[in-house]
């Protein structure tokens, strides 16, 4: 996958894209993920890209030049994806979300600063707009780091194994992930439960997902109305949780 991150502060990405496991996806050549700056496509004597948005009011506001000049230059045909904006309007990030752009050849991220950038962009050079969250940041570039962080180890080769992809929270299943433990067995007078060390590898499956049942349960139970659970896993859990009121 082809990744532009178009930013007026490119060296934010220096360190994110060189390490762990984006680093050495780059590496091997599943990514490509390039910080293209800004402010060289200012037209301006200053190269500046901001400006006093219209009508008044705190802050500046990115100027429309300067961007679609930018996302002109890394759309040239054959594009084939995604232009997106990170702002606090657009479509919340989850999982069902990464899934889907993890299949697109080609992504564009906008980071906006200030108070946002001139409505014109958005209108006539942006596909989708995402939000991280119900939050306001400085900036779009740490919302940018999470969606790719997110995409990216969804493209085959990039994690190590498909199955922790399929096991882990938010997965299919619908559910959060079973809780894990490793080396020591025991630590500070709790051990592991016993049934991970018996080496029955049905039982340990059945434990994992009466655990996930659990976890979602307890921590966030909304999502038990769209996961993938049986009838009898249901009245189960229902009386799990009946004995911890």
């Not at 082809?2 to 590496?27: H, N, Q, V, W, Y």
């Not at 299943?173 to 007078?189: A, H, K, M, N």
Request: glycine share 8%; aromatic share 8%; with cysteine.
């Amino acid at each position: 996958m082809k990744i532009k991150l178009l930013t007026t502060f490119p060296e934010m990405f220096d360190s994110f894209l060189s390490s762990s496991i984006i680093g050495r996806a780059i590496d091997a050549g599943i990514l490509d993920i390039q910080a293209v700056d800004i402010r060289p496509f200012s037209d301006s004597k200053h190269k500046n890209t901001d400006d006093y948005p219209f009508g008044g009011g705190a802050g500046m506001l990115m100027m429309p030049q300067p961007i679609a000049d930018a996302i002109k230059s890394v759309t040239e045909p054959p594009f084939s994806g995604k232009r997106i904006y990170m702002g606090p309007r657009g479509k919340r990030l989850n999982q069902t979300l990464a899934e889907e752009l993890s299949h697109e050849e080609e992504l564009v991220i906008l980071c906006g600063h200030y108070e946002g950038v001139d409505q014109r962009v958005l209108d006539h050079y942006i596909d989708m707009e995402i939000s991280v969250g119900d939050y306001i940041l400085t900036g779009g570039e740490p919302a940018a780091m999470v969606l790719i962080d997110c995409i990216s180890r969804l493209i085959p080769g990039v994690l190590g194994s498909t199955e922790s992809i399929e096991d882990e929270s938010f997965s299919k299943s619908g559910l959060l992930e079973y809780p894990q433990y490793t080396r020591p067995r025991e630590f500070e007078g709790e051990e592991v439960p016993e049934v991970l060390i018996s080496g029955d590898h049905k039982k340990i499956a059945e434990w994992r997902r009466q655990q996930a049942l659990l976890a979602t349960a307890r921590y966030r139970p909304d999502l038990l109305d769209n996961a993938d659970i049986t009838d009898k896993e249901r009245a189960w859990l229902k009386e799990q949780m009946k004995d911890q009121d």
